[in-house]
């Protein structure tokens, strides 16, 4: 059949490859989870997370092709902005991914990358809780929810994108990011600060 799926589906904000792979796997009969995540982790960060309606037959090929596309277009409304910035498109989406995860509005999003930024110019490193759980989550060293005690054991961890122990920003993307995210990783809020509190909410 080339129906189209009867739900909408939808990719959230910041999820990851291992997180997406399920959500089309329970609408599409011939989606393969385990080549999906196998063609798709070199292009963690650049799949968009949007609401996706793929014919019923569609498999993991033309869903990447689809997802990466709308990257793309998404990306090329912000074209002018990281050219002015002067860093390079890997640099800001796995920026971008990082603040999805620490903060849910615009404004903080914009005031943590700032952060960051400004951490990374200094040589300090990034200490972001999410870098070093998606590192944990990759290798399956944790189930969630987590607790403080086992997230102080993951920040000891020597682990690529642990970046407690490692300088810099870590080897890639750690989930795709939002054209919020995206904006705010490219135009921070400038700021001297070294250190953020991101609201829960």
């Known amino acids: 059949s080339d129906v189209c799926s009867s739900d909408l589906i939808r990719i959230p904000e910041g999820a990851s490859v291992k997180n997406i792979a399920p959500l089309f796997a329970a609408e599409l009969p011939r989606f393969d989870e385990a080549a999906f ?55 800001i989406v ?13 404004d903080d999003r914009r005031r943590i990358a700032g952060v960051l930024w400004n951490r990374l110019s200094i040589g300090m490193p990034l200490q972001s809780d999410v870098t070093a759980l998606y590192d944990a989550a990759r290798l399956g060293l944790i189930t969630t929810p987590l607790d403080g005690k086992q997230i102080a054991a993951i920040q000891h961890l020597d682990l690529p994108y642990n970046t407690y122990r490692t300088k810099g920003l870590p080897p890639g993307p750690i989930g795709n990011p939002s054209l919020d995210s995206l904006t705010a990783a490219v135009d921070p809020i400038k700021s001297a600060c070294l250190y953020y509190v991101a609201d829960d909410a």
Do not use: H
């Open 94 to 106: 796995t920026m971008a991914s990082i603040v999805e995860k620490e903060a849910y509005n615009t």
């Open 37 to 91: 995540i196998a063609d798709a982790t070199p292009l963690e960060g650049y799949l968009f997370p949007d609401t996706y309606n793929f014919m019923l037959n569609a498999t993991s090929g033309p869903v990447i092709a689809a997802m990466r596309q709308n990257f793309d277009r998404k990306e090329a409304s912000i074209d002018t902005l990281v050219a002015s910035s002067g860093k390079p498109l890997d640099q």
